[in-house]
């Protein structure tokens, strides 16, 4: 604790009296060790502050117990111009005019009534400027260290918010990074999802990676079947597809033997040994519910990289890489499923389409949604009804399946006719959001047009050949009772009884029973079934024994016959030839409604023989000619012809060499002429 | 001359027994293949005509049954020629059925005999 240094100045006279004051009052306690006394008179205090202007810088408190009016000017202007902490003036000395002058200073002053009273005031003033200097010491350490305290803390703050900044910097670099990271990520997304094979994902992933030096190109590898991996890749800059066998049951790179397969192959490939290799697994789910067979089918894929990258830079890779395969997974997924999706549209369609019959997808007002025949036109495969374009009708075929109650049964099954032809169909219909009535309906319609003919035509030869054989069973019975008719006519003939008028009738029933004994052997000839040997036969008889035949048939008609004069000879069997002209005239005779006239005419030239037979029936329409002579083509009610009679003659007749065909006969009526060569002798 | 006729038609029979017995024959008749042999045997004849095919038993199984007891000549009718042919042989004549002329027929027969 530091002392007041109190000054006192009067008087020399004083000096002494105000010492022993002072000590008296110095040694109260209160004022113990407070201040220390200096005592000046008038005139050393001049003295001294001639040689030492500085002099009462260092004193505390003065105590000016002047009436010198020199000194007191001396220290007054002093304390106009210098702070001091007090100034005690005895108040018996002070004029007026010192008052209004020390007014206007700065400096405490205080006024006492005595030298005792001043001393007293000194020690007082030192003391409480000692306790405030002790304050304000005490006050300065305290501020001091708090600011001491908050420079510390304010560091401290400092440094949390550089460190803050800092992170800040840190975290926006690394989301910048990030966010780079992401935007990069979902190009490469976007990149993917317009690829349409997998070597495009290839080119695009090689393009991908063009940023990481000692990485060699991709290669994508499929494993589709458990011992089978197809495998993509980059060789001169084209993408390459390989098969490789696997020689175990397993997943590829599983196993160490899988990878070293893999390098040994593209090593072989690419005829140089492979490094180190990196291998990723690309998540894929194609397939196992939806694959037709293997090829739509994925176990196991795997992208691959010939790396001579330090680890470093392969751990920056690998990290890029794994960011893609799910992208790159669900990528191969969706192009294996679009794939199999074209494939099995594809065949679905062709198999559709390569139906001979006829297959329709109609709605339920029979418009035509889709027709796999190429012979409709577009507008007919797309629009129309069904039944307009295929039957060529006004309104729904009377049977329509359409119209009968589908609830029962899943497919209806019905038979349709047009224009000769005879379909069935089959028609299944496709259930929509009404349970009432289905909404589409797939119909298939079979041609069955050859095989009812032909079944009716096998109704029609088992019903002719069992005539066949009936008639030759029945010719044979008649001959027994024919035979004995006649032969008892000739004995009683022989016999020449006389007196009897019936001569005449018994010859008539000769010739008549021998009339019916030679129609039934042509008929018996006739229905012959074993072959016959060719033979040459004479055209003209073969006709005229042909005709009885027909007696019956010809009988409203008027029959005209001219036959050559000469033999007309020609090589063939004679019951196929009788049985041509059989049909012939049958045919004309069948074709006059009304009664007319069949001319049969022979006659030969030097090579050929030819024989006409002609009707004036209905003739044979120009849009039929040229289908007269095909199988099964007949003008008649269905069951009563074959549509066989014409085809089956001409082709007996060109056996033989020889030609039929079609000539309108005027005016009108048909001529079928029968053209055979000449038998050479 | 002794002449047998085995035949089931009436009508045959009847012509031929005229035609025969015309000429001063022993004529018998037999409507089936039974009756012809109990005739043939009986009576031995000279001459046989004899039908095929019969309701019953045909010719050729009458002539199987006969054995030796066959005597005379045999004459085979037939309709059926073609596959009759082969068992000609068994007979002394065969004659087509239906036959044209029965005069013909009879004169075929006597000259087997008178040869």
């Known amino acids: 604790m530091t002392q007041q240094t109190i000054l006192w100045i009067g008087p020399e006279k004083d000096i002494e009296s105000s010492k022993t004051q002072a000590t008296q009052w110095a040694t109260h306690p209160d004022f113990k060790n407070q201040a220390n006394f200096l005592f000046e008179s008038i005139e050393n205090f001049i003295e001294i502050l001639k040689s030492n202007s500085d002099f009462l810088k260092t004193m505390d408190v003065l105590v000016l117990n002047a009436d010198s009016s020199f000194a007191k000017n001396l220290c007054f202007t002093y304390f106009k111009e210098k702070v001091m902490s007090a100034l005690i003036l005895n108040t018996q000395s002070i004029t007026y005019l010192d008052f209004r002058y020390l007014i206007n200073s700065h400096c405490n002053i205080y006024f006492s009534n005595n030298s005792a009273e001043a001393l007293h005031e000194a020690l007082n003033l030192a003391l409480f400027s000692n306790q405030v200097k002790k304050e304000d010491h005490e006050f300065r350490m305290r501020w001091l260290e708090s600011k001491r305290n908050l420079e510390n803390q304010n560091q401290n703050l400092e440094l949390v918010v550089q460190k803050r900044t800092e992170h800040i910097d840190e975290s926006h670099q690394e989301e910048r990074l990030k966010l780079i990271k992401q935007r990069q990520l979902i190009k490469f997304m976007q990149d993917l999802a317009t690829l349409t094979s997998l070597e495009e994902i290839l080119l695009l992933i090689s393009n991908e990676i063009k940023k990481f030096h000692f990485i060699g190109s991709p290669v994508l590898s499929i494993q589709s079947h458990p011992k089978q991996v197809k495998i993509y890749l980059f060789h001169h800059r084209q993408i390459l597809q390989r098969d490789m066998e696997l020689n175990f049951q397993d997943e590829v790179f599983n196993s160490t033997q899988g990878a070293e397969d893999l390098s040994h192959h593209l090593a072989n490939l690419f005829g140089r040994p492979f490094g180190k290799m990196v291998h990723f697994q690309l998540k894929t789910q194609a397939s196992k519910s939806f694959s037709m067979d293997h090829s739509e089918e994925i176990l196991n894929a795997y992208l691959s990289f010939e790396s001579q990258m330090d680890s470093d830079n392969l751990k920056e890779f690998n990290d890029f890489i794994a960011d893609r395969t799910n992208l790159i997974g669900i990528s191969i997924d969706r192009i294996f499923y679009e794939t199999a999706l074209v494939l ?137 009772p024919l035979s004995g008719i006649r032969a008892l006519t000739q004995i009683i003939l022989s016999e020449k009884p006389e007196g009897v008028n019936f001569i005449e009738d018994l010859l008539e029933i000769e010739k008549a029973a021998a009339r019916c004994q030679k129609i039934i052997k042509n008929l018996l000839d006739f229905s012959l079934l074993e072959n ?49 002209v059989f049909n012939l005239v049958n045919n004309a005779l069948q074709a006059m409604k009304e009664a007319g006239t069949l001319s049969i005419h022979t006659y030969q030239n030097s090579e050929t023989v030819f024989v006409e037979i002609c009707d004036t029936g209905t003739g044979v329409p120009l849009e039929s000619q040229d289908k007269l002579f095909q199988p099964f083509f007949t003008t008649k009610e269905v069951g009563v012809g074959t549509g066989l009679g014409l085809s089956f003659s001409r082709s007996v007749i060109e056996r033989f060499g020889g030609s039929l065909y079609f000539q309108e006969n005027i005016p009108k009526g048909s001529c079928f002429v029968i053209e055979m060569p000449r038998s050479q002798k | 001359m002794k002449v047998l006729i085995i035949d089931d038609e009436p009508l045959i029979r009847r012509s031929l027994l005229r035609a025969f017995k015309s000429k001063g024959y022993d004529v018998f008749e037999a409507e089936n293949g039974f009756q012809g042999i109990d005739l043939w045997r009986k009576e031995k004849p000279d001459l046989v005509y004899l039908d095929i095919l019969m309701p019953g038993m045909t010719g050729f199984m009458v002539l199987e049954k006969l054995g030796s007891a066959r005597t005379g000549k045999v004459v085979l009718i037939s309709a059926y020629s073609e596959e009759d042919k082969e068992k000609e042989g068994l007979a002394d004549l065969f004659i087509k059925k239906p036959f044209e002329d029965i005069f013909q027929v009879v004169q075929q027969g006597e000259g087997l005999v008178k040869k």
């Not at chain 1, 008889?541 to 050559?564: G, N």
Request: aromatic content about 10%.
């Open chain 1, 344 to 480: 099995f549209s594809y065949r679905w369609s062709q198999t559709f389409e390569g139906v001979r019959d006829q297959i329709l997808i109609i709605d339920n007002q029979f418009n035509i949604l889709k027709s796999n025949r190429r012979e409709l036109s577009d507008s007919q495969r797309s629009s129309g009804k069904c039944y307009e374009v295929l039957f060529n009708l006004k309104a729904p075929c009377e049977n329509c399946p359409q119209f009968s109650d589908f609830l029962n049964s899943k497919t209806q099954r019905i038979q349709l006719n047009s224009d000769n032809h005879f379909y069935q169909l089959y028609s299944y219909p496709i259930w929509g959001m009404s349970k009432l009535k289905p909404e589409k309906y797939v119909n298939y319609y079979s041609d069955v047009t050859i095989e009812r003919k032909l079944y009716m035509n096998m109704v029609q030869t088992e019903k002719m050949s069992t005539l066949g054989l009936l008639a030759g069973n029945i010719a044979h019975e008649l001959n027994n």
């Open chain 1, 532 to 580: 016959q040997t060719v033979s040459q036969v004479n055209v003209s008889e073969l006709v005229q024994t042909t005709l009885p035949l027909l007696k019956i048939a010809m009988r409203s008609h008027k029959v005209l016959q001219e036959y050559s004069q000469e033999p007309l000879l020609v090589s063939c069997e004679s019951q196929l030839l009788q049985q041509v």
